[in-house]
Structure formats: structure tokens, C-alpha cells
T-cell receptor, first 114, second 106 residues
Framework: AAGVIQSPRHLIKEKRETATLKCYPI?????VYWYQQGPGQDPQFLIS???????DKGSIPDRFSAQQFSDYHSELNMSSLELGDSALYFC?????????????FGPGTRLTVL | DAKTTQPTSMDCAEGRAANLPCNHS???????VYWYRQIHSQGPQYIIH???NNETNEMASLIITEDRKSSTLILPHATLRDTAVYYC???????FGSGTQLTVLP
């Protein structure tokens, strides 16, 4: 079965640079979620989109922005990168059905900021 | 949003049942309980979900108390590959919170 695809899998950037992470949801899923997981921490919710509109917002820094495109893929744009942005970034997708919306996660993008 | 609480860590002998509890005393009547697990640095993996009836799939069983204020995830025959952090989440609670580190011992 098709899974969530994230690219790139690994990314190395310098401080103050920008980065763009991409997420391709499972076909026919209408919601995309972004999470950040720092070393030794639990995943922290950043932002989500339902049918290309922002649906929920978590602890996403103002330096970050995201959007969901007409083909339902999503991109997380990160500017003025800081050392503390080094983390695993997970994307998940879901499809609402009968009161449930099970999230299926991608393998993550490991961002290292030097 | 409903909040969940779980023990920080648990050990289980290989081949034995692992019973992982979760408290969700503020859950609303129509909110599902979801369980995920994360094996080191991999993407969280969906395990099972339920509303009020007990559920079973090929991975685990989920027992939800009648008042729905707590639940237990059961891995019937734990293997070393089940060592992971297990998260209990109520639908709408987008933040994972602190899960339970399950260590399966040989």
C-alpha cells in the first residue's frame, strides 16, 4: 500500500539559510500534518491542512510557513534557520471517515543546521 | 482538548503480554482513543483505535473502560521488535505528549 512520502530524507543547512521540506500524502487523504521532533523529545505538532486550508496551528515558529497544494502535497518552508531547528520533521496524512481520522506518518526528514 | 497520561516506562519479558495503560479522564463522548508507537527515530506507526468497544487487530488489542476514562493496549506476545515508545492520543489532541517507553527483555 502507498505510504506518505517525504523529501528529502536528510538535509544539511547553515545557520540563517532556508529549507523546504516536502510531503506527499497517501492518495485520497485530505489532511496533512507537520510535526517536529528534537533529540530525545516527543513529536511536537506544528501545523495541519485540510482540503488545502490551514486547519490547526501548533507551536510553529513565525520563521516557518507551510501550505497544501491542489494535488494535496504539502511543503514546509523554514527561513533564517537556527541551530535549534535541527530535528526530525514528520509529515502525516489522514482521511476523515465516520468520526475517525487515523494519521499515517512518513519516514521523516532529518534536518541538521550547522 | 482531552489530555492523556501514561507511565514513563515499562519492561516486559519476551513472549509475555505487554499491558500499557493510559488515562484519559477528560475524554468527550464522541472522541476516539488512538494508539501509536515510535521505534527509535522512525515515523510513528498507527496501532489501533477505539471509541467504547474493545478492539483487536493483527497488532494488538485495545480495552476501554466502561466510563471511557482509561484504556489499556495489549500486545499479546511481545517480541524484541516491540521495544518502542507507545503513545495514547485522543482524537483532536494533536500534541503527542509523553508516551511509555516499553522495553521488551530477552
Amino acid at each position: 500500500a502507498a505510504g506518505v512520502i517525504q523529501s528529502p530524507r536528510h538535509l544539511i543547512k547553515e545557520k540563517r539559510e532556508t529549507a523546504t521540506l516536502k510531503c506527499y500524502p497517501i492518495p485520497r487523504h485530505d489532511t496533512v500534518y507537520w510535526y517536529q521532533q528534537g533529540p530525545g523529545q516527543d513529536p511536537q505538532f506544528l501545523i495541519s491542512f485540510y482540503e488545502k486550508m490551514q486547519s490547526d496551528k501548533g507551536s510553529i515558529p513565525d520563521r516557518f510557513s507551510a501550505q497544501q497544494f491542489s494535488d494535496y502535497h504539502s511543503e514546509l518552508n523554514m527561513s533564517s534557520l537556527e541551530l535549534g531547528d535541527s530535528a526530525l520533521y514528520f509529515c502525516a496524512s489522514s482521511r476523515y471517515w465516520a468520526g475517525t481520522d487515523t494519521q499515517y506518518f512518513g519516514p521523516g526528514t532529518r534536518l541538521t543546521v550547522l | 482538548d482531552a489530555k492523556t497520561t501514561q507511565p514513563t516506562s515499562m519492561d516486559c519479558a519476551e513472549g509475555r503480554a505487554a499491558n500499557l495503560p493510559c488515562n484519559h479522564s477528560t475524554i468527550s463522548g464522541n472522541e476516539y482513543v488512538y494508539w501509536y508507537r515510535q521505534i527509535h527515530s522512525q515515523g510513528p506507526q498507527y496501532i489501533i483505535h477505539g471509541l467504547k468497544n474493545n478492539e483487536t487487530n493483527e497488532m494488538a488489542s485495545l480495552i476501554i473502560t466502561e466510563d471511557r476514562k482509561s484504556s489499556t493496549l495489549i500486545l499479546p506476545h511481545a517480541t524484541l521488535r516491540d521495544t518502542a515508545v507507545y503513545y495514547c492520543i485522543v482524537r483532536g489532541q494533536l500534541t503527542f505528549g509523553s508516551g511509555t517507553q516499553l522495553t521488551v527483555l530477552p
